[in-house]
């Protein structure tokens, strides 16, 4: 093998117990591939491989039992299908995504090609603690993002049709929140208790209930694992641009700033949550010319 160790350093090289092979964990922003994608991992894995992929919590992939006489030309097939070896080292590892518009009928925002965009900006940067970002594209959070160190969620705020309304519940009842009175014989919105899911827009069988502003919530400092955290809310933009810049943002604070082998919510704990979401607007300011 020419050049192992920059093999070694982009990560995704996983030494197993039997320290003869090594698992290949692949780059796959969103969890999504083409059949023929697939076909060719089924055939690298075939190869290369015992014949299995494992597929992981954050919707990527596996290779296992991989030997290192093989890691340089699989690593190249591997680049040349899209799939490149990687999400594994202290790095934004996979992007994972909920289906969001393009499939889910609760969906308030496009979710896949913003994990990719996301991908795009920030994969490959050297940060010096793990980086995990999740994209929801509604309140119900299918995919845990407060559980991880940025998540972004998708909402809208239902705007009423005034005097309109029959009065005959439905949204009401569809409400999880109990968001939705009925008041005089029309419903009536509990601000206060309104989260934003949008799933009432949905329900009005005579379209009365209108989405408004569509905006993207990103919170920061979640993570699972053995004392898991829920992240907390860092800022509300309103367009895909605006979460990859925040995203990016967010990712070179943790760049400059961050200790090694600590996780993130630790850290925020440490300088504090209103020190670090001041130093994100900072690192904002800087990129105002
Ligand atoms: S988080 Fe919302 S949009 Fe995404 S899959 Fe779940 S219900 Fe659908
Ligand atoms: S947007 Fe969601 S929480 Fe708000 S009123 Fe509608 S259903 Fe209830
Ligand atoms: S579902 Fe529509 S018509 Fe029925 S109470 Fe709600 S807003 Fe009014």
Redesign the pocket.
Same mark, same amino acid.
């Given at each position: 093998m020419k050049d192992e160790s920059a093999l070694h350093a982009r990560g995704g090289i996983i030494t197993e117990r039997n320290t003869d092979f090594a698992t290949l964990r692949l780059r796959i922003p969103a969890g999504v591939l083409s059949a023929c994608q697939l076909r060719r991992l089924a055939d690298l894995a075939d190869g290369y491989g015992d014949g299995t992929v494992h597929l992981t919590m954050r919707q990527t992939m596996e290779i296992p039992h991989v030997r290192p006489d093989s890691f340089e030309v699989i690593a190249r097939a591997l680049e040349e299908n899209n799939t490149p070896i990687g999400a594994e080292r202290d790095e934004v590892v996979n992007v994972i995504a909920c289906p969001g518009t393009e499939r889910c009928k609760y969906a308030n925002i496009e979710t896949i090609d913003l994990a990719r965009t996301i991908d795009r900006r920030v994969a490959g940067i050297r940060v010096p603690t793990k980086v995990r970002i999740a994209v929801s594209g509604c309140?119900y959070m299918c995919n845990s993002p407060l559980l991880n160190e940025i998540g972004i969620i998708g /909402?809208? /705020?239902?705007l009423r049709t005034p005097g309109l309304c029959t009065g005959c519940g439905t949204?009401v009842e569809?409400? /999880?929140?109990?968001?939705?009175s009925l008041r005089n014989g029309v419903s009536v919105?509990?601000e206060r208790?309104?989260?934003?899911?949008?799933?009432?827009?949905h329900?009005c069988p005579y379209n009365l209930?209108k989405p408004e502003y569509e905006h993207y919530q990103i919170a920061v400092g979640g993570r699972r694992g053995m004392e898991p955290r829920v992240g907390r809310e860092l800022v509300t933009v309103e367009t895909p641009e605006a979460v990859v810049e925040v995203v990016y943002r967010i990712v070179y604070w943790i760049y400059r700033t961050a200790w090694s082998g600590r996780l993130l919510a630790d850290q925020l704990d440490e300088i504090g949550f209103d020190a670090f979401r001041e130093g994100i607007r900072k690192e904002f300011a800087g990129n105002e010319e």
């Open positions: 309140t /909402r809208i /705020r239902p949204c569809y409400c /999880r929140q109990c968001a939705i919105l509990d208790r309104c989260v934003q899911c949008g799933i009432c827009v329900s209930l």
